[in-house]
DNA sequence: GTTCTTACA
DNA sequence: TGTAAGAA
């Protein structure tokens, strides 16, 4: 497919798609004419890649998890999926610690909107 | 009509 | 990342 199928599909502009590429995040197949091709397997690919970017990942290192994803995929027993596994396995890890820091900054500011709902209550003139 | 590259806001 | 310009 086109660019402008991918795009449709995933929602994802094709100036990003195109900047995915650049980055490395997406390979892709170009025709005669120079227009990029995409297969099917590219759709999901770009769901990824928005969920890792949403996660606060940068390209680098979604490029990176990629590759190891792939490695991993293809021959999950092979010596080189060990390491790629734990590359993985790492970066797991470190967003299950970003999510708890930002669980840990909802309840900051849950008890600040509570210490404000209460003070309304009190003075409802406030405002 | 769609996509490509490059460049600018 | 959006958008514009000129070529393919």
Redesign the pocket.
Known sequence: M????LSARTG?????L??YENQGLLSTTRSP????HYDEADVPRVQEIRAFLAAGLPTRVIAGLLNGLAVCRAAPDADEALHSWETLSRERSRITSVIDELVTARHALDELLAVNHAFLKEHPTAR
């Open positions: 086109r660019i402008g199928d994802v502009s094709q100036r990003s195109r900047y004419g120079g227009q990029r």
